[in-house]
């Protein structure tokens, strides 16, 4: 089944009075310039809104009537305060795959379960994978600035990129996305490492080309791009530091498009100014955004996008239509596509 024959077995329009329909609170990061207000009428259609001002206009009686919390662009938290205040919590539907934002074990003390959209963030996130290693690798943004600048010099030999094409990809957690990520590489005749907690099945490395590194040294050592697609866990906090940096070749370059406390920052940067690594092109850091002095941006080996992984028309209404299921799902009693547990 498709992805989207599986979400509209979900998405029946709901025939009860608004009414009627269950509660929905909306958590977002503002500054959404409109992306938000057009899946509204998406939500409307299942779910009645409750905005953030009605709620706290009346919480006495609004609290009551929120079943589902939404939790737009993944990165605002569900604190201990608002699921005190939400005596009929039953879901939090997270729009993204990264849940690191929310506290799994304080949610589900509450008897609330959570959901993400993994499937819909997929492409769009290994598309921009792939945008950072051929922009970190051909100097993308480098030749725009020279292009614009008054005094271009074309085919200026003092800064040739470096091809992608037939090196070596490491890919640092192979999900869904990292398969994709995969998938795309081998268009570009790329040999493909990676290494994961699980070693995925025969058929699928043989599909992709993709070899197993059972240890992240052995793909470090060897990749002339290693790119990071983990969740951020306790595991994974700071997992590339000095010492991982200092096993990547000289020539190679680091795009992470997880989460920025992944790498070690600080020493990303002494690696970038030292040329222990040759660039790198991150969609995300920590914090967000980074503060203007941060020394990650005085460098000229690097890329920095502003977290854009999912920022296109099509992952976003993906996104609110599969966390959309989820939330009916958790409300129907029914088996619930995709639900994330407390470790
Ligand atoms: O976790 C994700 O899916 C993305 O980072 C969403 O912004």
């Known amino acids: 089944i498709s992805r989207q024959e599986t979400f509209s077995n979900f998405l029946v329009a709901s025939v009860m009075a608004e009414e009627e329909l269950p509660g929905i609170l909306i958590l977002d990061i503002g500054g959404t ?35 589902s919390v939404f939790v737009f662009e993944c990165r605002p938290t569900v604190d201990r305060e608002l699921l005190e205040s939400l005596p009929n919590l039953k879901v939090i539907g997270n729009s993204g795959v990264g849940v690191d934002h929310l506290d799994l074990k304080m949610i589900s003390n509450f008897g609330v379960k959570v959901t993400n959209t993994p499937h819909a963030v997929a492409d769009s ?12 690798a051909r100097r993308l943004v480098e030749g725009c600035q020279i292009a614009v600048s008054p005094d271009t010099k074309c085919f200026a030999v003092d800064w040739l990129g470096v091809e992608v094409t037939r090196a070596t990809l490491g890919i640092v957690g192979m999900g869904s996305i990292g398969y994709k990520v995969a998938q795309r590489a081998r268009a570009f005749d790329m ?15 043989e599909a992709v080309g993709a070899h197993y590194c059972e240890k992240m040294e052995d793909l470090l050592q060897q990749s002339d791009f290693v790119m990071l697609v983990v969740n951020l866990t306790p595991e994974t906090h700071k997992l590339i530091g000095k010492k991982e940096l200092g096993l990547m070749k000289p020539t190679a370059t680091l795009i992470n498009i997880s989460r920025g406390a992944v790498i070690d920052q600080d020493a990303l940067v002494e690696a970038l100014q030292n040329k222990v690594i040759r660039a790198a092109a991150l969609d995300v850091t920590y914090p967000e955004p980074l503060p203007r002095d941060h020394p990650l941006l005085k460098l000229n080996n ?7 992984g999912t920022a296109t028309v099509q992952a976003i209404r993906m ?16 088996p619930i596509p995709s639900e994330v547990f407390p470790k």
């Not at 310039?33 to 609004?62: A, D, S």
């Not at 040999?191 to 490395?205: A, S, W």
């Not at 690097?302 to 854009?308: F, V």
């Open 191 to 205: 040999r493909i490492l990676y290494h994961n907690r699980n070693r995925r099945r025969k058929e699928e490395e």
């Open 33 to 67: 310039h409109g992306v938000l207000e057009n899946l509204v009428p998406l939500l409307k259609k299942h779910f009645r809104l409750i905005t953030m001002k009605e709620f706290l206009e009346n919480k006495k009686e609004m609290s009551k009537k929120i079943q």
């Open 319 to 334: 996104m609110a239509e599969e966390a959309i299921a989820n939330m009916l799902a958790v409300l129907n009693g029914q």
């Open 302 to 308: 690097i890329i920095i996008t502003p977290h854009i």
């Open 125 to 136: 996130t290994a598309d921009i994978g792939m945008a950072l290693m051929l922009a970190s």
